[in-house]
């Protein structure tokens, strides 16, 4: 119940491309859901989040699509840049598990110029 | 977004010293604190939950005296590997719990024992 399941692995886009990540989540407790980004050697850095109040968050070339029903969500990057290549991980918490990220497996994501 | 800074990036060392790592969250005050460790090609995996005075909460199969996790303020948490072997070598990151339950992380510490 507590599995963040992350498709596909890896990605592989051409330069310009729309970029598709999808989570499934189980817990219906989870209430923050936020998207990582991770470059080789480095720490992940915050990218965008969402809470299930929205269906919809959208920050620059960044959307978030969440489904409540579904227990579903996924991050579109539009006008993919070969700069954007980088693992991402998405992740869920709920507020009453002492905010434990839960992460997905993680998808690496190419962007070929 | 916030800062978190995690310090030293890199440390080489010798089978059965110890490594302290730091974390700090610099512009925001965070009584909750957390240690990942990141195999290669990985998701993060949580080691333990690091909570400003008061003892920490390891998760199932990490070792707490092997691991010691110490958060005395409300801006710093540290992470001491006691007699590390070759095994411990890995990538530990930090995060720091903001208000709204966002969680920022520091850069890394690549750990590599001789």
């Known amino acids: 119940q507590q599995q963040v399941k992350q498709s596909p692995q890896s990605l592989i886009v051409q330069k310009g491309g729309i970029s598709i990540i999808n989570c499934a989540y189980e817990n219906t407790a989870f209430d923050y859901f936020p998207w990582y980004q991770q470059f080789p050697g480095k720490g992940p850095a915050l990218l965008i989040a969402?809470?299930?109040?929205?269906s919809e968050k959208k920050e620059g070339r960044f959307t978030i699509s969440f489904n409540k029903s579904a227990k579903q969500f996924s991050l579109h990057i539009m006008d993919s840049q070969p700069g954007d290549s980088a693992t991402y991980f998405c992740?869920?918490?709920?507020?009453?598990?002492?905010?434990?990220?839960?992460f997905g497996q993680g998808t690496t994501l190419q962007v070929k110029p | 977004g916030a800062v978190v800074s995690q310090h030293p990036s890199r440390v080489i060392c010798k089978s059965g010293t110890s490594v302290k790592i730091e974390c700090r969250s610099l512009d925001f005050q965070a009584t909750t604190m957390f240690w990942y460790r990141q195999f290669p090609k990985q998701s993060l995996m949580l080691m333990a939950t690091?909570?400003?005075?008061?003892?920490?909460?390891?998760e199932q199969g990490v070792e707490k005296d092997k691991f010691l996790i110490n958060h005395a303020s409300l801006t710093l948490s540290t992470l001491t590997v006691t007699s590390a072997h070759p095994e411990d070598s890995s990538f530990y990151i930090c995060?720091?719990?903001?208000?709204?339950?966002?969680?920022?992380f520091g850069a890394g510490t690549r750990l590599s024992v001789l």
């Open positions: 690091s909570n400003e005075g008061s003892k920490a909460t390891y």
């Open positions: 969402i809470r299930p109040d929205v």
């Open positions: 995060s720091a719990r903001a208000p709204g339950n966002i969680q920022y």
């Open positions: 992740a869920a918490s709920g507020s009453g598990n002492t905010g434990k990220l839960i």
